[in-house]
């Protein structure tokens, strides 16, 4: 089975930069996905990892360590409208490659 | 328009009543799923279908059943509702061809939310 790990909160202040983390069990991994969702909202994709290192899309980054099994997101130049909820998602490398997500790490950004 | 559309998007009912979720797309894409999500408890899949004679359990496809009615459409029933089936249903999609940074991307819905009194 799957299973994935992240704080439930984290909060920050406007400008600054936040990292949320991700650990994981699986197995058979394939990649590690991170969509991000409003109040009420349908969650959006941000990124997706494969293979180890950092991928950078404007301010947001994440970044996959296979063998440790973890991830984060980092967000940079923090904006209120970050504030929101951040899921890890797991790719799993069986015959069905469907996504396992994590609980959710709420996000506050303040003034 | 919604690349992918979810109706109703408000539903109140009462235990036992059957109810039937009803998720299209204009994507085109053969994959689709249907994810359950709880406060505080993230999304969790419920069935996934990945063409139209393909169904799959997710990992809480108990009190639910799903039917692919053509590629485009993928809808979700509760036979016999019960309370602590209140939550918000999203649908999504994927492409099967997906490669590269966009591998893990799914197309979600804007939600159904169901109360069951």
């Known amino acids: 089975g799957q299973s994935l790990e992240q704080p439930s909160e984290v909060t920050a202040v406007e400008g600054a930069i936040v990292q949320i983390n991700c650990t994981y069990q699986?197995?058979?991994?394939?990649?590690l996905s991170w969509y991000q969702q409003h109040d009420g909202g349908a969650p959006t994709f941000l990124s997706y990892n494969a293979l180890d290192g950092l991928e950078e899309t404007g301010r947001f980054s994440s970044f996959l360590s296979r063998s440790d099994s973890y991830g984060y997101l980092l967000l940079q130049e923090l904006q209120m409208k970050d504030s929101a909820s951040y899921f890890c998602a797991v790719r799993s490398r069986d015959s069905s490659y469907k996504l396992i997500f994590g609980s959710g790490t709420r996000l506050l950004v303040r003034p | 328009d919604a690349d992918v559309t979810q109706t109703p998007r408000n539903r109140i009912t009462k235990t036992g009543k059957r109810i039937m979720l009803e998720c299209s797309q204009t994507k085109g894409h053969d994959r689709m799923y249907w994810y359950r999500q709880d406060p505080g408890l993230g999304l969790q899949l419920i069935y996934y279908?990945?063409?139209?004679?393909?169904?799959n359990k997710g990992e809480i496809s108990d009190g639910y059943s799903v039917s692919r009615q053509a590629q485009a459409k993928f809808s979700l029933s509760l036979e016999s509702a019960i309370p602590n089936q209140t939550a918000l249903y999203f649908c999504?999609?994927?492409?099967?061809?997906?490669?590269?940074?966009?591998?893990?991307?799914?197309?979600f819905g804007e939600g159904s939310r169901l109360t069951v009194l």
């Open positions: 699986t197995s058979g991994f394939y990649g």
């Open positions: 279908s990945f063409d139209v004679k393909d169904i």
């Open positions: 999504a999609t994927s492409d099967l061809l997906s490669t590269g940074s966009t591998a893990g991307e799914l197309f």
